[in-house]
């Protein structure tokens, strides 16, 4: 993943590669059968974690879905189910 930063004060711009760095979004526990097929197909890695949910401030399950090299991440979260 490349960033690039940009510095208001001198104008510049700063670029630092990280190789170790995956894109994710996190999608609600448990997956459905087409996330979990979705995911598959991304050749994603997932794990369960816990997250405060801002709105009611319980803590709730989340499945984080990590891809790496994915040229459209935007894409790859808005193909798995929406919560409800």
């Known amino acids: ?8 004060c001198t104008g510049g711009r700063k670029e630092i590669l990280d190789k170790e760095y995956w894109v994710y979004f996190l999608v609600p526990y448990p997956l459905s059968q087409k996330d979990e097929d979705i995911i598959k197909e991304l050749g994603a890695e997932t794990r369960l974690e816990e997250k405060k949910d801002l709105f009611t401030d319980h803590m709730v399950k989340v499945v984080r879905v990590e891809t790496q090299g994915s040229s459209d991440p935007d894409r790859a979260a808005n193909s798995v189910e929406p919560s409800s």
């Open 1 to 8: 993943m490349k960033f690039t930063f940009f510095n208001t």
